[in-house]
């Protein structure tokens, strides 16, 4: 398993002021907003096929090149990254981040709310 790099943690710190918003309300945000090509394009595009779990250097590199390119312009990127951690989704490239490198940051957000729980 591949751990955090700088990236993560600035992707992840660029959509933390809209973890606490409303979840409902962040999600019709993401969903209403004109310009998404994700919502005429395949849904299939934004997932891995399935049985891919581990890509080696240079397929990771052609997947978040071709993530971002999907996502490039869109109006609601860092909506999309912060909805999809607010579900806590599994599976899927997000705000133009592929799946490999969302995971990660998946990671470090269930980190930093258990971190938030025990502090508590």
Do not use: N
Request: glycine fraction near 8%; aromatic fraction near 6%; charged fraction near 35%.
């Amino acid at each position: 398993m591949r751990g955090p790099t700088e990236f993560h943690h600035q992707r992840l710190s660029s959509v933390e002021d809209l973890l606490i918003a409303d979840p409902h309300e962040l999600q019709l945000g993401v969903e209403k907003a004109d310009g998404r090509r994700c919502r005429s394009g395949d849904p299939e595009q934004f997932f891995l096929p399935d049985g891919t779990r581990f890509l080696r250097r240079e397929e990771l590199d052609a997947e978040r090149a071709r993530v971002d390119g999907l996502c490039r312009g869109c109006p609601v990127r860092r909506e999309c990254l912060a909805a999809a951690l607010v579900r806590d989704e599994v599976y899927g490239s997000w705000g133009g981040i592929a799946q490999p490198d969302y995971q990660i940051i998946r990671r470090l957000r269930r980190e930093q709310l258990a971190a938030e729980r025990d502090a508590a």
